[in-house]
């Protein structure tokens, strides 16, 4: 994906020689990606990698690790931490010269989601809420309410999905959407996304419900299946063209 990428690029004129590609990495797991795409690229296009970890207890485990102590050594690798606006990216990638390759594989389905519904014709946004009783003891409840999207990010769904979908819940993926919003606007709409996870892009399996979920999996710290219909149309939105594989 990224050789063709790289290729395209560089039959439009898009790509400045000498200037090396940044690659922004959201989840470096344990540094593997790194190693094996810098070693790839030897003797190719000059990369510098830069490895988001989720807090400082993450970055340190990377930096232990012997072969991200190497990579860190020669300055080809950086860590750093997921600063979630547009000032923090520009301290990090300052004013791309070149696209820019972000990978996020495995993050969005850890990151915030939000259920919302459907209803012939209503849009639904579900909230937990506390017990009658309002004990911590008490099981939260979902408390569905007709109305306008919490979150901005999410506006550019509603009309999409209500004339898609006659009678199902869904889950909207708006912590992808806000962490990845500051960052390609400071790409300025030129990057290669590329992620993998759990989920569906199948609005008729969304209208069928894969995408509904209870109070125990909003609750729970195992993530939940990616929205990438959702993901694919708001990026759409922005001028991106996206294509997908199951696997």
Same mark, same amino acid.
């Given at each position: 994906i990224? $050789? ?5 690029m ?5 790509l400045?020689?000498?200037v #090396? ?7 470096p797991?344990d $540094?593997e990606r790194a190693?094996?795409? !810098? ?5 190719? #296009?000059?990369?510098?990698?830069l490895?988001?970890?989720a ?11 012997p072969?991200v102590?190497?990579?860190l ?6 860590? +750093?931490?997921?600063p979630w606006?547009e000032a923090?990216?520009?301290?990090l990638?300052?004013c791309?010269k070149n ?5 996020g594989?495995?993050l969005?389905?850890r990151?915030r989601?939000?259920?919302?519904g459907?209803?012939?014709g209503?849009?639904l ?7 009658e009783g ?5 099981? #939260?409840?979902?408390a569905?309410q007709?109305?306008d999207?919490?979150d901005?990010l999410?506006d550019?769904?509603?009309p999409?999905?209500l004339r898609g979908i ?5 889950l909207?993926?708006? $912590?992808?959407f806000?962490?990845l919003?500051?960052l ?5 709409g030129r990057?290669?996304?590329v992620?993998s +996870?759990?989920?569906?892009r199948?609005?008729s399996?969304?209208r069928l419900?894969?995408?509904a979920? $209870?109070?125990e999996? !909003?609750?729970g710290e ?11 149309a708001?990026?759409?939105s ?8 199951v696997?």
């Amino acid at each position: 994906i990224l $050789g063709r990428f790289l290729d395209v690029m560089r039959s439009e004129g898009g790509l400045q020689d000498g200037v #090396p590609l940044l690659v922004v990495d959201l989840s470096p797991g344990d $540094g593997e990606r790194a190693w094996q795409l !810098l070693r790839l690229c030897e003797g190719g #296009p000059a990369l510098r990698y830069l490895a988001i970890c989720a807090n400082a207890e993450e970055r340190e485990g990377l930096r232990s690790q012997p072969m991200v102590r190497t990579l860190l050594e020669s300055g080809r690798l950086r860590l +750093d931490l997921n600063p979630w606006n547009e000032a923090g990216w520009r301290r990090l990638l300052g004013c791309p010269k070149n696209p820019v390759v972000i990978f996020g594989h495995g993050l969005f389905s850890r990151l915030r989601h939000d259920l919302y519904g459907c209803h012939y014709g209503q849009w639904l946004e579900a909230w937990l809420v506390s017990g009658e009783g309002e004990s911590p003891s008490e099981t #939260p409840k979902l408390a569905w309410q007709e109305g306008d999207c919490r979150d901005a990010l999410v506006d550019f769904l509603k009309p999409i999905y209500l004339r898609g979908i006659n009678s199902a819940s869904f889950l909207a993926p708006t $912590g992808a959407f806000e962490c990845l919003n500051p960052l390609i606007r400071r790409c300025g709409g030129r990057y290669l996304l590329v992620a993998s +996870d759990y989920g569906t892009r199948d609005l008729s399996e969304i209208r069928l419900g894969a995408l509904a979920c $209870g109070v125990e999996a !909003l609750e729970g710290e195992n993530g939940l299946p990616v929205n990438f219909h959702a993901l694919s149309a708001w990026l759409e939105s922005k001028g991106a063209s996206c294509s997908s594989s199951v696997e």
